[in-house]
């Protein structure tokens, strides 16, 4: 048993994070306000993904958290593009919470991986992140290696129809670990044509597993302007 001093010491690395945010305090990525990184007043603006889309009929099912845009727009910009890896912590509590209140069977957590090329770019992939803290979450192990994405597609934009983007996807993905779970939910952050889910599903199925569902954190409606944005 711990003695009663160690058992009130910080961490050194507990203490480093105290000492820094007492320095340099976080704000909110979407208004700026002092102390957290999706403030209270911003995650109570949020609005949940209204749902009733066609389903993906390739999948055994998919939810998404939230509807895109907002202060969530910002929050996403800041950890895909901004290099701001802990609001993926606030982020991933959002997708968690909507997987309690709407279970998907899973064994195992599998985040949609990036382009090696792209991964090295960002330093690391914003959708194992999110999967990270979901997984703690909801007590679900993940999938960390063997799942790869080897072909660098173009963008989705330049495809005129949802076949295009099918096709672009097309053999993008490849499982080259051992045996799979039977039943995998694919995290992304952001779901946009579902195009990328469909393909990461079909390399899984070929791969032995059995059923791919999936969990996104946000969505545009599908036709509208943020939809059109994501595209780009």
Same mark, same amino acid.
Request: charged share 20%; glycine share 6%; aromatic share 4%.
């Given at each position: 048993m711990p003695s009663t001093a160690s058992s009130f010491s910080l961490h $050194?690395?507990? #203490?480093?994070?105290?000492?820094? !945010?007492? %320095? %340099?305090?976080?704000?909110?990525t979407s208004c700026g306000a002092l102390g957290e990184l999706l403030c209270e007043a911003c995650k109570a603006g949020l609005r949940p993904y209204p749902g009733g889309d066609r389903p993906i009929v390739e999948l055994d099912g998919a939810e998404v958290a939230h509807l895109y845009g907002g202060a969530l727009r910002p929050a996403i910009h800041a950890l895909k593009y901004r290099g701001c890896r802990r609001v993926?912590? $606030?982020?991933?509590? #959002?997708?968690?919470?909507?997987?309690?209140?709407? $279970?998907?069977r899973a064994d195992a957590l599998l985040p949609v991986p990036l382009h090696p090329e792209r991964q090295r770019e960002r330093g690391y992939n914003q959708s194992e992140l999110l999967a990270e803290r979901v997984g703690v979450a909801c007590g679900l192990p993940i999938v960390r290696a063997g799942f790869q994405r080897v072909r660098a597609t173009t963008k989705q934009a330049q495809q +005129? !129809?949802?076949?295009?983007?099918?096709? !672009?996807?097309?053999g993008a993905f490849v499982w080259q670990g051992?045996?799979? $779970?039977?039943?995998? #939910?694919?995290?992304?952050?952001? #779901? +946009? +044509?579902?195009s990328t889910l469909v393909a990461c599903a079909e390399a899984l199925r070929a791969a032995g597993t059995v059923e791919v569902r999936a969990l996104a954190l946000a969505r545009s409606k599908p036709g509208s302007d943020d939809q059109k944005l994501l595209l780009v």
């Open positions: $050194p690395s507990s #203490l480093i994070a105290r000492l820094l !945010n007492l %320095f %340099f305090p976080d704000h909110c993926a912590a $606030p982020l991933g509590d #959002l997708m968690a919470a909507h997987l309690w209140a709407h $279970p998907l +005129t !129809n949802a076949q295009g983007r099918r096709e !672009n996807m097309r051992g045996r799979l $779970p039977r039943h995998i #939910l694919l995290v992304d952050d952001v #779901l +946009t +044509t579902g």
